[in-house]
């Protein structure tokens, strides 16, 4: 007989100004919510590329908001940006940056919903036999 672990799940929800200054914000947000060592580098790196992605090209009056959404355990987290921009498809974008190619290598499951606005998410996940894959939404 196994006794159930109860998981300690944080959650947060930002409204980011669509300025540089923001990827900064989010990351000290997660900072301050708590990481788990073992997931925080990878999930603060995603999270300050994610959101300096939407912040660059949503193209974004100044009264718009990014949001930004985090699902925080442990050894798992689930992160989403979203703007009202335009949004795009993953396997058309042409581009010198890392912020794509650095999803699909950390991240276990990512994706990008461009259906109102865009939505890119991913998450991290150390829990035992996870693998990695890219969605179309979710």
Same mark, same amino acid.
């Given at each position: 007989?196994?006794?159930?672990?109860?998981?300690?799940?944080?959650?947060?929800?930002?409204?980011? #100004?669509?300025?540089? #200054?923001?990827?900064? +914000?989010?990351?000290?947000?997660?900072?301050?919510?708590?990481?788990?060592?073992? !997931?925080?580098?990878?999930?603060?790196?995603?999270?300050?590329?994610?959101? &300096?992605?939407?912040?660059?090209?949503?193209?974004? @009056?100044?009264?718009?908001? !990014?949001?930004?959404?985090?699902?925080?355990?442990?050894?798992?987290?689930? !992160?989403?940006?979203?703007?009202?921009?335009?949004?795009?498809?993953?396997?058309?974008?042409?581009?010198?940056?890392?912020? +794509? %190619?650095? +999803?699909? %290598? +950390?991240?276990?499951?990512?994706?990008?919903?461009?259906? %109102? &606005?865009?939505?890119?998410?991913? #998450?991290?996940? @150390? @829990?035992?036999?996870? &693998?990695?894959?890219?969605?179309? &939404?979710?």
């Amino acid at each position: 007989f196994t006794v159930p672990t109860v998981t300690d799940t944080r959650e947060m929800l930002l409204a980011l #100004e669509p300025r540089p #200054e923001s990827a900064r +914000l989010a990351r000290r947000a997660l900072h301050a919510h708590g990481l788990n060592e073992d !997931i925080e580098h990878t999930v603060t790196l995603l999270a300050t590329e994610v959101v &300096g992605n939407a912040v660059r090209h949503a193209a974004l @009056r100044g009264d718009q908001r !990014i949001v930004f959404f985090a699902r925080l355990n442990d050894d798992f987290a689930r !992160i989403e940006v979203a703007d009202p921009g335009v949004g795009f498809d993953p396997d058309r974008v042409e581009t010198d940056g890392y912020g +794509l %190619k650095l +999803l699909a %290598k +950390l991240a276990a499951r990512w994706g990008v919903d461009s259906t %109102k &606005g865009c939505r890119v998410w991913f #998450e991290v996940d @150390r @829990r035992p036999g996870r &693998g990695g894959r890219f969605d179309r &939404g979710d």
